[in-house]
């Protein structure tokens, strides 16, 4: 299973931003200042958000993908990483918020399932603009390919 890496998405709009306002920086990435504050702050793109913030920052959005085998950190970790970093939290709310969020997941996580499971989020595809069709064509070709390549070479 491939997930987008979030956490680096966001470390990289966040530089690549710099002293830009985050208005500024979401008009010259074609996104609503909500859509770029909040992946900036970690949040699921939709695809052509993503799309839109791949071209802003001149990177392909395959090196975004990552397998959970190879992930760093833990999804506890990174749901407890975004807590700490919520500036709308006081660090005591965020801690006792974790340490529940930690222990019903100690409870609840069952053991990671081995399956192969590709999937694409296309909440908007409905109302693509002209000429977007073409682009997500040659996006969802690219990481077709690469997924493609991953599981013949016994990654996935």
Same mark, same amino acid.
């Given at each position: 299973m491939e997930r987008l890496d979030l956490t680096q998405l966001g470390a990289m709009l966040r530089e690549r931003r710099g002293k830009l306002s985050l208005r500024q920086a979401a008009a010259e990435a074609g996104v609503s200042f909500s859509t770029f504050t909040r992946i900036e702050a970690g949040a699921q793109p939709d695809l052509t958000s993503f799309t839109l913030l791949c071209a802003w920052? %001149?990177?392909?959005? %395959?090196?975004?993908?990552?397998?959970? $085998?190879?992930?760093?950190v833990a999804p506890i970790d990174e749901a407890i990483a975004h807590l700490a970093s919520d500036p709308r939290l006081e660090p005591d709310a965020a801690s006792k918020i974790a340490e529940m969020l930690r222990s019903m997941y100690d409870v609840l996580a069952k053991a990671p399932?081995?399956?192969?499971?590709? $999937?694409?989020?296309?909440r908007a595809a409905?109302?693509?603009?002209? %000429?977007v069709p073409e682009r997500l064509n040659s996006l969802l070709g690219e990481m077709h390919s690469k997924l493609a390549a991953r599981v013949s070479a016994g990654e996935l």
């Amino acid at each position: 299973m491939e997930r987008l890496d979030l956490t680096q998405l966001g470390a990289m709009l966040r530089e690549r931003r710099g002293k830009l306002s985050l208005r500024q920086a979401a008009a010259e990435a074609g996104v609503s200042f909500s859509t770029f504050t909040r992946i900036e702050a970690g949040a699921q793109p939709d695809l052509t958000s993503f799309t839109l913030l791949c071209a802003w920052l %001149g990177v392909s959005p %395959g090196q975004f993908f990552m397998s959970t $085998a190879l992930r760093e950190v833990a999804p506890i970790d990174e749901a407890i990483a975004h807590l700490a970093s919520d500036p709308r939290l006081e660090p005591d709310a965020a801690s006792k918020i974790a340490e529940m969020l930690r222990s019903m997941y100690d409870v609840l996580a069952k053991a990671p399932v081995q399956r192969q499971v590709v $999937a694409c989020h296309l909440r908007a595809a409905s109302m693509l603009r002209p %000429g977007v069709p073409e682009r997500l064509n040659s996006l969802l070709g690219e990481m077709h390919s690469k997924l493609a390549a991953r599981v013949s070479a016994g990654e996935l």
